[in-house]
């Protein structure tokens, strides 16, 4: 792991050969190929024109490999030393971001464009090391073509992607990120702010103790995380719904759900139990401010109907808990 950090057992790049650099160049479009043929098969389901931009480049990068050994077989034969660029220090790397599924449509137009312009400064670094002409032109050529790549995405949007298939697609990428994050994000933040009310502001006005209060409000905050995370998480595979994967969907709703009952639980460690109380009641308020809002800006909630459920929901939640620990 050390090695691969601080570059130990590599080689320089300026210590390769011209066949070490064909070789390079050969894998590292190997590899370019498989990722773009990767970003197609993953999008290809919810985005089926970009699919087919990313399918054409792996094509074009296929292309480019042809094109390498053909000259390495003319200048060194058919044995091509196997150079990668975990071989090489200070090469650039591919991430594997590419493995991750979902994935974003943004994000992989981006990482693409990064790619080839990763690319086409391999080329033209190599082609200044480059004595033999022939070796130098194609290299030369290849940095042209990837500069011209670096907007390839772009020409292949426009045949592919016209402006209402662009919009779908996004259409279908927000729909997604509500469903996968923000929906059980809701639900765990609704969940760990409004139920926890009763029991921290009940054991508040009760024992007017804070150090007590804390406990009990940290205790309830990772116990109702803990438990809505696993029941997210096991209720629907997101296979059928399709809300996505569910272990993102888990630790959505239950990094939100503790969240939410720790935000007026932490203001408790305050020793003053008025002043606690007066910023947990802040807090609170911002809490469901917060929830008024993601439930209009995601949820398309109107503001009258979402504020009036949250703040009701949460005024009554707050003085159940006050009645019962004052009585």
Known sequence: MLSRVFGWGRRSFDSLTEQEI??????????????????????????????????EMAVEEDGHRARLIELHRQRFGERIPLIRREHVRGYFERKPDW???PLGIEKVRAQAE?????????????????????????LGDLASEEAVHESLA??????????????????????????????????????G??????????????????????????????????????????????????????????FASGIMTTLGGLGHAL????????????????????????ITWIQHHYM???????TFQVVLGGALVVAAGVLIGSS
Do not use: C, N
């Not at 949007?157 to 990120?177: C, G, I, N, S, V």
């Not at 203001?267 to 917060?290: D, K, M």
């Open 267 to 290: 203001p408790y460690l305050i020793s003053s139990f008025w002043t606690a109380t007066f910023v947990a009641a802040a807090v609170v308020i911002f809490e469901l401010l917060a």
């Open 99 to 101: 493995l991750v599924r």
């Open 193 to 250: 702010s409004v139920s926890t009310m009763a029991p921290i502001f009940a054991s508040a006005f009760a024992t007017h103790d804070t150090w007590k209060t804390f406990l009990v409000g940290l205790s309830a905050s990772v116990g109702a995380g803990i438990s809505m995370g696993f029941t997210e998480a096991a209720h629907d595979d997101g296979k059928i719904s399709g809300r996505g994967s569910p272990v993102k969907r888990g």
């Open 114 to 138: 990064a790619m080839e312009v990763q690319a086409e400064r391999f080329y033209r670094e190599a082609a200044k090391r480059s004595s033999d002409v022939g070796i130098r032109k194609l």
């Open 300 to 306: 398309e909630t109107p503001w009258p109907r979402a």
């Open 154 to 191: 772009r020409r292949l949007d426009l045949k592919h992607l016209p402006e209402d298939a662009k919009k779908e697609e996004a259409t279908a990428e927000r729909r997604q990120f509500i469903l996968t994050i923000v929906q059980p994000g809701l639900a765990g933040l609704m969940d």
């Open 22 to 55: 064909l070789a390079l160049a050969i894998s590292s479009e190997e590899d370019d190929a498989r990722i773009y043929r990767a970003y197609a098969d993953g999008l290809a389901d919810q985005y089926p024109q970009s699919a087919k931009v990313f399918e």
